[in-house]
């Protein structure tokens, strides 16, 4: 079989959401194009599916796998004949074929896809993908081969990692200037998309987080709102007297009556009073970013420019994490990384402090 053919044949995938699936499977389903289910895929779909993962990891796992289908070179050996090796060549596929041109896809996504297809190794054979020639060994230290210690020094038993990874660059957080936001928030109009935007600017709510707040989460006496995160997790989030304000102005002025119990509607067209979708939420700030001319205004920028204000101001890293709804705390720290305006001020303001014999006498 040629390359081409190969190709066009590995690529006769789709998933296909189903809005109606019984408990316990994944209404997203990896199927051919004549609607044939794929069942190694699908199988472990529904097992995620019972164990309780959101919708939004479903339909992640489900597009890693449609990808890794499509590629030609998964077509010459079974799954169960996969090698760690075999992902050098997989790693190579996704980055010689980008989805637009002069579009790279990004580490992070390429890190996702592989890590989905150990995870599917792993529940067909109940074993982790084997090394294969051409892999990365790393050799295990070694006072991890000796006697453990009574104080728990040394750990025998940490094993070795044989894992391909992909170097993904340091994350930069760029938050939206004073200005920016400004701007943009003068161009909003409605008081829900005001709402939207202090949630985000002033809480830092994720995009998804917002659009799933129902009526019964806001509590604008007590002045906080419950907040379901990612993997279901939940938190109680403060509001401030502005944010409450604005809350209140959109419910008693523009929110539809409407049967739903989503916070935030849609205020116009065939689709009033049905709830916002995140399609429709990139949408509108689409819009006002164009309209405001802040190319950097999206949703989740608001939720950065939220953590680093907080992390400027002083707070501590543990309230941080609570407020973001981090898992781990080395996400946070991401919102600490001073910029070099804040090294400059930050420089100033302890050189102030330095008695003035330990500064240089002026030259002439």
Partial sequence: MSRKSKRRKAKHYTVRYLRETPPGLSPYRLVEVHGREVSEVNDFLDAQATRGLSLQSLRSYAY???????????????????????????????????PKENLQIAPKTIKLRITTVRCLYHFHSGRDLPAGKG?????????????ASDVGYLHPSRPRTSRLRVIEPRRVIVPLTTEEVRLFLENLRTWRDLAIA?????????????????L???????????VRGKGGKERVVPLS??????????????????????LFLCLKG?????????????????????????????PHRFRHTFGTDMARAGISLPALQRLLGHGHIKTTMIYVELSPKDVWEEFQRVLRKIPRERVFPKGD
């Fill in 270 to 298: 065939e689709m009033r009073g049905q709830p916002m979708t995140p399609a429709g939420l990139r949408s509108l700030f689409r819009y006002h970013r164009h309209s405001a001319g802040v190319a950097k205004a999206n």
């Fill in 241 to 262: 007297r502005q944010v409450t304000s604005l809350l209140r102005s959109y419910l008693e002025v523009e929110r539809p009556q409407a049967r739903t119990p989503e």
């Fill in 216 to 226: 019964e989460d806001l509590s604008l006496a007590e002045g906080q709102v419950r």
């Fill in 198 to 214: 202090a949630v985000m600017l002033l809480c830092g709510l994720r995009s998804r987080e917002v659009i799933g707040l129902t």
């Fill in 135 to 147: 892999s990365f060994r790393t050799r295990s230290h070694p006072f991890y081969n000796t006697v």
């Fill in 64 to 98: 890693s796998l449609l990808n890794f289908w499509r590629w030609p070179g998964r077509a010459d050996k079974d799954l169960s004949g996969l090698e760690e090796a075999d992902l050098l060549d997989y790693i190579r596929f996704q980055r010689s074929n980008p």
